[in-house]
């Protein structure tokens, strides 16, 4: 996603957009040591690797049909090969933060580097469900290592102010370009090759990058004093997994059943543990203090709401764009092109341009509802809607609506942070982006899974027609979900409005110069 470049603004991959890391302590090289003449070759291989984490998060989408074919992954589990990466990566994200504080940048860089290929080179060998639902967790667990090793040593490289400022620049349109290119590179990977490749390519882009690491990263120590959370991440992480697994076996066990209610009573007891932990810990994964400011919290909350409502919206336009109207994967990537643009313009052309003078909930509000107009329009999608008049415009209204919210989210979830309290608050907003988006692929795409099994109890004997009702049974499921992602982004509008209450930066400006 595209977000404008500003003060306090984070990245995709959860670091602020002037340089702070997903880790507390980023700033490790004086201001006024010479620039290294290798550092835009670092910019480079640094990018690289950047595009690499960010272009993974939705290459597989449009592959995603033909894998799901290829190993026979039921349609209650297809969204595991999603959610096992960015469950992975939004809860590992704050404690491989501290693995590069402690190791050091370009060590866990590299890290990151051999453990990504050699995970997504497993992913492509898979021959079984389980293998690449375990291959794509590991690219998420590698992907937290290496996304903030890759800002922090971005930000001990550049220090002159206004290279930084074009360091950061190129940095974020990589950022906000990755997830749109992705999908048109799985698309051209999938259908000339096959969906493997949309794994196996990392492999060369990884290689890339380690050499590249090698010939111009300077190796730095790790920062003393740095201890890791490890009983933090445990009971974090494994609370979001024991509660999003629950969901997913909601439709296959039913909502009473026995393991689900027991899956969702032990995430929950995890997270208050995981609560009660931070309150005490001395070297806390979240400090509890930067949760307690409402405007931050409530952007936060406005951000898992908004990403529990959109995810979905790929994984379900994926399988009605290749299996209901036949689109080759080519053009499914290039179908999903309008609404990255409608990000783009929605971030950049109309909330950058508004926030300075309007208060920033309004824009949060307005950008809900918008999205969730978009998904009513999608609600009326049949077996025999067209993209032109149906897809295209709900893809433009969503866009536009996640741009003029994204943007003033991040700017006002990061504003007023002290120094040392930057860089988790920056990785805590992607926390909650990363885990809202794996809780809504798997809840929607249980809502979805049990809507479909409804609507076809007794499939006809007549093979045309059992393809046509079972195609009828997928859409309609598609439309059910599409209400209840409609509903995650009113209720976002809700608790925006709700709960936050900043004024206009420039108005707030003026009042405390006064």
Not at 232 to 259: D, H, K, Q, T
């Amino acid at each position: 996603m595209s977000k404008q470049r500003h003060q306090g603004t984070s990245t995709h991959d959860g670091t602020t957009a002037d340089g702070e890391s997903s880790a507390p302590y980023t700033s490790d090289t004086p201001a006024t040591a010479a620039p290294d003449p290798r550092r835009w070759w670092a910019l480079v291989v640094i990018s690289l690797a950047q595009l690499m984490v960010i272009l993974d998060g939705t290459i597989v989408n449009i592959a995603l049909p033909s894998a799901q074919h290829d190993l026979g992954i039921s349609d209650s589990d297809r969204q595991w090969v999603i959610t096992a990466y960015t469950l992975a990566f939004g809860g590992l994200l704050l404690l491989g933060g501290r693995v590069a504080d402690l190791v050091g940048r370009k060590r866990t860089f590299l890290i990151g580097l051999v453990g990504f290929a050699a995970a997504s080179a497993l992913g492509g060998a898979a021959v079984d469900p389980g293998v690449l639902f375990a291959a794509r967790a590991l690219q998420g667990v590698f992907g937290a290592v290496l996304a903030p090793s890759a800002l922090s040593l971005l930000t001990t490289t550049f220090t002159d102010p206004e290279e930084r400022g074009k360091a950061f620049g190129i940095y974020g349109a990589l950022a906000g370009g990755g997830s749109a290119f992705g999908l048109v590179v799985g698309g051209l990977l999938t259908e000339y090759l096959n969906w493997r490749w949309s794994l196996y390519v990392n492999v060369p882009i990884a290689l890339a990058a380690f050499v590249g690491a090698l010939a111009f990263l300077d190796d730095r120590p790790g920062l003393p004093g740095v201890r890791l959370d490890v009983g933090g991440a445990l009971l974090g992480c494994g609370g979001i997994v024991a509660v999003v697994y629950g969901f997913s076996e909601a439709e296959p066990r039913g909502w009473a059943s026995p393991l689900v209610l027991s899956l969702f009573a032990g995430g929950v007891v995890l997270l208050t543990g995981f609560v009660l932990w931070q309150s005490r810990a001395k070297s806390p994964l979240l400090p509890l203090r930067i949760l307690k400011d409402r405007n931050r919290m409530g952007s936060f909350a406005t951000m898992g709401l908004a990403t529990v409502g959109m995810f979905g919206v790929f994984l379900f336009l994926t399988y009605y764009l290749q299996v209901v109207l036949g689109y080759s994967p080519v053009r499914t990537g290039l179908a999903f092109l309008p609404m990255s643009a409608a990000i783009v313009v929605g971030a950049t052309r109309l909330a950058a341009r508004l926030l300075p003078r309007t208060a920033p909930r309004v824009l949060m509000v307005s950008g809900m509802v918008l999205a969730a107009a978009g998904m009513v329009v999608l609600t009326r999608l049949t077996v025999h809607s067209g993209y032109a008049t149906h897809v295209l415009p709900a893809l433009l209204v969503l866009g536009l609506g996640m741009g003029l919210t994204f943007m003033p989210v991040y700017a006002t979830a990061t504003a007023g942070v002290a120094p040392k309290d930057s860089g988790v608050t920056s990785a805590t907003v992607t926390t909650f982006q990363q885990v809202g988006g794996s809780l809504g692929v798997v809840l929607l795409n249980t809502v979805a899974a049990s809507a479909a099994a409804r609507y076809v109890t007794e499939p006809p004997r007549d093979p045309a027609q059992k393809e046509l009702v079972a195609a009828a049974g997928m859409v309609h499921g598609f439309t059910v979900a599409s209400w209840w992602s409609a509903g995650a982004l009113l209720l976002a509008a809700l608790v925006a409005a709700c709960a936050v209450t900043a004024k206009a930066p420039k108005r707030a400006e003026r009042e405390t110069r006064t």
